[in-house]
């Protein structure tokens, strides 16, 4: 992604062209040409024969092209100390690679294994590829992941860039529980797995709406998830509110209610307090 700045070296006063950032194949002289004209063209005090300053600013978007031998985080640690995140060990189409793996652990096929250790999963990722038209040659970057996320439309993609719920990359917004969540590496220039998104970012609740981690599901309040259980999307209420013994809850169906057992939102914890008696001295 390029931007481009052109100043005023003489009249310091003008303000700043800038030119909005975009893919570098369409900064194009009659862009830039355009779009100095109509700033320029009202302005009385321009000059021809002022001396502009033109500064391009650039930004390297995340592409994973495979793995790249570069000097930094050695990727076998972190894999080594979070069993939650699994590693692609693929050389090309790291990207289609995860995004199976991901699929297959979810859907809980039998050749999860197998393909998690890089067996059987190339026919796969050749059939995913050419079904969905889609070029991994150059690596797989936003505009790749913006294409699979439309191809799997019952799945929500959503590609950490790091370890911090606040580091994500890529985020599918599509309104489905099933989700795949991937880790790139900026340092590798490849995409990884992540089977447990709180091992991942070391949290005890993870929330699936906003992205966020906290010490409990119980306290967290999330506007695009449900209130109750905290899926998503929320669910829809029922006349008769189901009470919940083990957590002193209340829900709002039968679904609900069911799923709030498998979303770990964790249980309240209540202090029993003991009753003191006061000593009383009789004469």
């Given at each position: 992604?390029?931007?481009?700045?052109?100043?005023n070296e003489?009249?310091?006063a003008?303000?700043?062209?800038?030119?909005?950032?975009?893919?570098?194949?369409?900064?194009?002289?009659?862009?830039?040409?355009?779009?100095?004209?109509?700033?320029?063209?009202?302005?009385?005090?321009?000059?021809?024969?002022?001396?502009?300053?033109?500064?391009?600013?650039?930004?390297?978007?995340?592409?994973?092209?495979?793995?790249?031998?570069?000097k930094?985080?050695?990727?076998?640690?972190?894999?080594?100390?979070?069993?939650?995140?699994?590693?692609?060990?693929?050389?090309?189409?790291?990207?289609?690679h995860?995004?199976i793996?991901?699929?297959?652990?979810?859907?809980?096929?039998?050749?999860?294994?197998?393909?998690?250790?890089?067996?059987?999963?190339?026919?796969?990722?050749?059939?995913?590829?050419?079904?969905?038209?889609?070029?991994?040659?150059?690596?797989g970057?936003?505009?790749?992941?913006?294409?699979?996320?439309?191809?799997?439309?019952?799945?929500?993609?959503?590609?950490?860039?790091?370890?911090?719920?606040?580091?994500?990359?890529?985020?599918?917004?599509?309104?489905?529980?099933?989700?795949?969540?991937?880790?790139?590496?900026?340092?590798?220039?490849?995409?990884?797995?992540?089977?447990?998104?709180?091992?991942?970012?070391?949290?005890?609740?993870?929330?699936?709406?906003?992205?966020?981690?906290?010490?409990?599901?119980v306290?967290?309040?999330?506007?695009?998830?449900?209130?109750?259980?905290?899926?998503?999307?929320?669910?829809?209420?029922?006349?008769?509110?189901?009470?919940?013994e083990?957590?002193?809850?209340?829900?709002?169906?039968r679904?609900?209610f069911?799923?709030?057992?498998?979303?770990?939102?964790?249980?309240?914890k209540?202090?029993?307090?003991r009753?003191?008696?006061?000593?009383?001295?009789?004469?």
């Amino acid at each position: 992604m390029v931007g481009i700045t052109i100043s005023n070296e003489v009249n310091v006063a003008d303000k700043a062209i800038g030119i909005s950032f975009r893919r570098k194949e369409q900064i194009t002289p009659d862009v830039i040409w355009s779009v100095f004209g109509k700033v320029a063209q009202p302005n009385a005090r321009f000059n021809a024969l002022d001396k502009l300053i033109m500064t391009v600013h650039s930004v390297k978007m995340p592409i994973g092209h495979g793995r790249i031998a570069n000097k930094g985080r050695p990727l076998e640690n972190m894999v080594h100390l979070k069993r939650s995140i699994v590693e692609v060990k693929a050389e090309k189409s790291c990207l289609a690679h995860a995004l199976i793996n991901s699929i297959t652990k979810l859907t809980n096929d039998p050749d999860y294994k197998a393909f998690r250790q890089g067996r059987k999963i190339r026919p796969v990722v050749d059939h995913l590829v050419v079904t969905t038209g889609i070029d991994l040659s150059n690596g797989g970057g936003i505009s790749e992941l913006i294409r699979f996320q439309e191809y799997f439309k019952e799945y929500r993609i959503v590609v950490f860039r790091g370890l911090n719920c606040e580091e994500i990359m890529f985020d599918g917004q599509v309104k489905s529980e099933k989700r795949i969540n991937l880790l790139y590496d900026a340092v590798e220039h490849h995409f990884h797995v992540i089977n447990s998104v709180t091992g991942a970012l070391s949290r005890q609740y993870f929330c699936k709406g906003c992205n966020k981690g906290c010490e409990s599901g119980v306290t967290h309040k999330c506007q695009k998830a449900c209130s109750d259980c905290m899926s998503v999307p929320p669910c829809s209420y029922a006349d008769v509110r189901i009470p919940c013994e083990a957590c002193n809850r209340q829900f709002r169906s039968r679904a609900c209610f069911d799923k709030h057992k498998t979303n770990k939102l964790g249980k309240r914890k209540y202090v029993k307090r003991r009753r003191t008696v006061p000593h009383v001295i009789h004469s």
